[in-house]
C-alpha cells in the first residue's frame, strides 16, 4: 500500500503540493498539508512522485507500507 507521507518539521507551508495534485492534498488554514487518508489510488501514483520530487524541502514523500488484512483485524 502506498500513501502520501509529509515531514512536518521541512514542511515550509508554501502548498505548492495542494495545487499539484488536489485529489490527495488540501491545505489547513495557516497552509500546511493535510493529506487524504489510506492508499493512493494507482491512477495518481506517477503524479504523485512527481509532487514529492517538487516539493521545495523535501518535506513530501511517498511510502510503501503493509496493508492490513482481514485476518489481523478480527
Ligand atoms: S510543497 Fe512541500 S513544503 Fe510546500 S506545503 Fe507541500 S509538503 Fe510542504
Known amino acids: 500500500m502506498t500513501r502520501l507521507a509529509v515531514d512536518p518539521i ?3 507551508g508554501h502548498g505548492l503540493c495542494a495545487e499539484l495534485l488536489p485529489e490527495a492534498i488540501a491545505l489547513d488554514e495557516w497552509g500546511y498539508p493535510l ?3 489510506g492508499e ?12 514529492a520530487a517538487t516539493c521545495p524541502t ?17
Open 40 to 51: 493512493l489510488p494507482r491512477e495518481l501514483l506517477r503524479r504523485a512522485r512527481s509532487v
Open 58 to 74: 523535501r518535506a513530501l514523500r511517498l511510502v510503501q507500507t503493509a496493508a492490513r488484512s482481514a485476518a489481523t483485524d478480527a
Open 35 to 37: 493529506l487524504a487518508d
Open 10 to 12: 521541512a514542511c515550509t
